[in-house]
């Protein structure tokens, strides 16, 4: 048997005995005696009894054993031109300070903090510190609008916000304050206070009876200790886009998180506890929470933090510049950010200036990995490319090669097999399995694996509904794929009304709410067609009331501005199209897949069910406009 089967034998046949062996690796407070059971919602969860802190794991521990000198955290930010490092020590007593700084104003275990914040040292400082509290840090990605920041800060109900005075993007600054005050203003939830880091590119006007200046409480703040939660409490919730408005708040535990975090560093990414790991990503995104933060650190490594692009930040080479600079073992990154290298550096020059003997692998995520973008980063930079596929529910891979396990043969656009402790499943619309090379839902056979989300922020409906009940047994993944004949899983795209533009998770369904909440629109599809640069970009196809007069690039305007404002630049909402009609079948469902493999190009059989087919015709004639 290979290394692999066995492991994942074990972890299959016997997942206590399995999970609890991996639960050694980290450095409990009080080792558990239970490793799994049900809680009051009949869901599974990891060692219910452990005691621990997770920033304990990222930071002291290693501190106590005697590395502390070792560098924990590189920040490098080519957009403001500053190099920063700190050891264990310096990033444990920081941390400890700024924890202090929040139990100041009252924030202990079980509170809510909401961290809205560019790609800072302070970022992480801010999730280890709620960490060390037993507080639930939500992290919002910097590029969200204030009307996204103002449903998270309702749903969430944070006690205090984390904060920065602005974000530097490529050649421009973007000041966090002003989107702070108004997504306050919009949420019925009002945070007791907000601590503002001021940056010196531009400096924020302070609210005397709300807001905080950070490095001034920091001054006077005591450090504060680890204290010790449960396995089963709340490490962090995580908005992530489903098929409404209304985003998912996914919520992660501490230990079945911190025991997940440290055996993918070993299992998966092969990593030396001294080595260095960088996923380009932000800490806004669960990439970042998972391996900008915590595995990294948890694991003992060097991660860096890096305030920059792939490209214009300066050139293509910026990548390969890090990696040389800081020895990277690992680079972990979205393929649409090496699409971004290949489009300005085709012929790979840039690579050529930089030493890359340090770096062993190059994983990918977030949205398929194109045998295309595959075979050029192979090609031109030598490492083995490694897809792997996971969501933010999980927190870390469902499938992958273990590169520290046994490196299996790679297949292009395939992300290789389940790794040990998911058990994954095709299943068809009855939830039979289907047989090898068939396509159906990719679902998982519970007990899901430590790590995995055991609920969703105060709506355990919500968690049932759109995860549990369509197949009883498992957990749907809202992705369709296939296994082949030798077992490799196949990532064919979403099956609900979720897109990846340029690695970011969005809703199409609530890009459909904005602009169907404009005053002319009747009706509107959003759909996510194929974009060379960023996999997917979403296209609007619009009906008129009746009786409404305006010019067709007046509105395309407007529905843009307002999907950028309600959710942000990154939505990358760009085009709306006037239809007289929309495919629709009879029982009045629009016929979004339909539509996109029209607008894809790609060919497409008009369903029997169909009420208008001339609608189809209307949806060629705008898309040939
Ligand atoms: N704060 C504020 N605004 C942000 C932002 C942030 N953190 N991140 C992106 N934006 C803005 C951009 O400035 C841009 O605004 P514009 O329309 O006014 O120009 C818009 O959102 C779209 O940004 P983006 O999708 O990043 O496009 P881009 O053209 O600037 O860059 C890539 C394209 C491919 C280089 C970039 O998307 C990238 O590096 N992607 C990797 C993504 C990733 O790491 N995903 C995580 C999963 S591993
Ligand atoms: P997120 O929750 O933002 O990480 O997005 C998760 C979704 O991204 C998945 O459900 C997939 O649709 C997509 N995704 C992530 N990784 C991959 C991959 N390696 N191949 C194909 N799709 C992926």
New binding site residues.
């Given amino acids: 048997m290979s290394a692999y089967q066995e492991q994942y034998q074990w972890a299959q046949q016997k997942p206590e005995q399995f999970w609890q062996r991996q639960a050694q690796n980290i450095d409990w407070f009080q080792a558990p005696q239970t490793i799994l059971a049900n809680d009051e919602n009949g869901i599974e969860r990891w060692f219910p009894d452990g005691v621990m802190n997770t920033c304990w794991l990222a930071l002291d521990t290693h501190c106590d054993q005697g590395r502390g000198a070792q560098t924990a955290l590189i920040y490098d930010s080519p957009v403001t031109g500053v190099k920063l490092r700190y050891s264990y020590l310096q990033l444990r007593d920081q941390v400890a300070v700024i924890a202090g700084m929040l139990a100041a104003q009252g924030v202990t275990k079980g509170d809510r903090v909401v961290i809205y914040m560019?790609?800072i040292p302070e970022a992480v400082m801010a999730m280890l510190a709620c960490a060390r509290l037993g507080a639930i840090h939500s992290v919002v990605?910097?590029?969200?609008a204030p009307s996204e920041l103002a449903v998270r800060i309702e749903d969430a109900e944070p006690k205090v916000i984390m904060t920065a005075s602005c974000?530097v993007?490529?050649n421009?600054l973007?000041p966090y304050k002003p989107m702070i005050d108004q997504a306050i203003m919009d949420s019925r939830w009002k945070p007791e206070n907000v601590f503002v880091l001021q940056r010196p590119q531009c400096e924020a006007e302070l609210n005397q009876e709300r807001d905080i200046d950070w490095l001034q409480a920091q001054q006077s703040a005591l450090p504060h200790a680890c204290v010790p939660v449960l396995a089963t409490d709340p490490l962090y919730i995580l908005y992530t886009s489903g098929t409404t408005g209304k985003p998912k708040g996914v919520v992660r535990d501490n230990g079945g998180h911190a025991v997940a975090m440290k055996y993918s560093m070993s299992a998966i990414y092969n990593m030396p506890q001294d080595g260095v790991f960088w996923?380009?990503?932000?800490v806004?995104?669960?990439?970042?929470h998972s391996y900008i933060v915590y595995a990294p650190l948890i694991h003992g490594c060097t991660t860096i933090l890096y305030e920059g692009?792939?490209?214009?930040t300066p050139d293509p080479g910026a990548f390969w510049r890090v990696c040389e600079e800081y020895q990277v073992d690992v680079l972990?990154?979205?393929p649409?950010?090496f699409?971004?290298i290949k489009k300005e550096d085709p012929q790979g020059e840039s690579l050529k200036q930089y030493d890359l003997s340090q770096l062993n692998a190059i994983f990918?995520?977030?949205?398929r990995l194109d045998p295309p973008t595959l075979e050029w980063v192979v090609s031109h930079a030598n490492k083995p490319v490694i897809d792997h596929w996971w969501q933010t529910e999980t927190g870390w891979a469902i499938a992958s090669n273990l590169t520290g396990v046994e490196m299996m043969p790679v297949k292009a656009g395939s992300a290789t097999m389940p790794v040990p402790g998911y058990q994954v499943a095709i299943l068809n619309e009855m939830g039979q399995a289907v047989e090898a090379n068939q396509q159906g839902f990719i679902a998982l056979k519970r007990p899901l694996p430590p790590s995995c989300l055991p609920t969703v922020w105060r709506n355990h409906d919500r968690f049932e509904s759109g995860y549990l009940s369509q197949f009883p047994g498992y957990y749907v993944s809202g992705d369709g794929g296939y296994l082949d004949q030798d077992g490799y899983l196949f990532i064919m795209g979403r099956i609900d009304d979720v897109i990846n533009?340029?690695?970011?998770r969005l809703s199409t369904g609530e890009m459909e709410e904005i602009v169907g909440g404009h005053p002319a629109i009747a009706e509107c599809a959003v759909v996510g067609i194929h974009d060379e640069?960023?996999g997917q970009l979403p296209l609007g196809f619009v009906v008129l009331k009746d009786g409404v007069s305006i010019d067709d690039i007046t509105l395309e305007g407007e529905l843009v501005s307002k999907v950028?404002d309600s959710i942000?630049?990154?939505?990358?909402f760009k085009h709306a199209l006037v239809v007289e009609r929309l495919p629709k079948t009879r029982s009045g469902k629009i016929l979004r897949r339909t539509i996109r493999q029209i607008a894809d190009g790609e060919s497409y059989t008009v369903p029997s069910t169909i009420d208008d087919p001339t609608s189809i015709s209307e949806i060629e004639r705008v898309l040939r406009l």
Wanted: hydrophobic letters at 50%; proline letters at 4%; aromatic letters at 8%.
């Fill in positions: 560019p790609m990605f910097g590029g969200f974000g993007e490529v421009k973007i996923a380009a990503s932000d806004g995104w669960v990439v970042g692009k792939p490209v214009r972990f990154s979205a649409t950010a699409r971004a990918m995520a977030g949205e533009v340029a690695g970011h640069l960023k950028r942000g630049a990154v939505a990358c």
